[in-house]
Antibody
Framework: QVQLVESGGGVVQPGRSLRLSCAASRLTFSTYAMHWVRQAPGKGLEWVAV????????YYADSVKGRFTISRDNAKNTLYLQMNTLRAEDTAVYYC?????????????WGQGTMVTVSS | AIQLTQSPSSLSASVGDRVTITCRAS??????LAWYQHKPGKPPKLLIY???SLESGVPSRFSGSGSGTDFTLTISSLQPEDFATYSC?????????FGGGTKVDI
């Protein structure tokens, strides 16, 4: 079964950094764009960032631009999110998601999510 | 950024009811819209893509319609497992955005 598994979440103090990972299995990881999406407690879904299949293009939400960096290692079938200068408002469950290759295809595979709590 | 406004934000319904949720975009997005179902403690599940295409494995009681700025998700006959939150998402341009969600409960 195709699977995405996030890791790296935890409790971190404001201003510190954290790196999330998303390991893909049983899917042709290197042919898909990949995204990070987050959901703060009691809030709706918020798109965070995308990286193209080959890593050549990246886009970010304004709320994380300049602080977060998305990257991928296709040899390791792994997606990353480097989060710097974390703020309390970054507290959320972070999901990695695969973008379908169908035009306007949506995010067809999601990980289970990893919780990030930013608190002193 | 394109804003997506969902209505209602919540609704109460019964098993067997027909449920309609709307999503309005702040500017035209063609058919670049998806619908998701999500439940507490689980990742979102893709239901509809390209505004009206049913994702593989999703029951046919779910349907989507619309283009441009106005979209609709319809559940023709609500089942017990459908009580959840539903969100729309636009893919027309970056930054991608989600609607605020519609919680469907009893």
């Amino acid at each position: 079964q195709v699977q995405l598994v996030e890791s790296g979440g935890g409790v971190v103090q404001p201003g510190r950094s954290l790196r999330l990972s998303c390991a893909a299995s049983r899917l042709t990881f290197s042919t898909y764009a990949m995204h990070w999406v987050r959901q703060a407690p009691g809030k709706g879904l918020e798109w965070v960032a995308v990286i193209s299949y080959d890593g050549s293009n990246k886009y970010y939400a304004d709320s994380v631009k300049g602080r977060f960096t998305i990257s991928r290692d296709n040899a390791k079938n792994t997606l990353y999110l480097q989060m710097n200068t974390l703020r309390a408002e970054d507290t959320a469950v972070y999901y990695c998601a695969r973008a379908s290759n169908t035009l306007f295809g949506g995010f067809d595979i999601w990980g289970q999510g990893t919780m990030v709590t930013v608190s002193s | 950024a394109i804003q997506l406004t969902q209505s209602p934000s919540s609704l109460s319904a019964s098993v067997g009811d027909r449920v309609t949720i709307t999503c309005r975009a702040s500017q035209g997005i063609s058919s670049a819209l998806a619908w998701y179902q999500h439940k507490p403690g689980k990742p979102p599940k893709l239901l509809i893509y390209a505004a009206s295409s049913l994702e593989s494995g999703v029951p046919s009681r779910f349907s989507g319609s619309g283009s441009g700025t106005d979209f609709t998700l319809t559940i023709s006959s609500l089942q017990p497992e459908d009580f959840a939150t539903y969100s729309c998402q636009q893919f027309n341009n970056y930054p991608l955005t989600f609607g605020g969600g519609t919680k469907v409960d009893i």
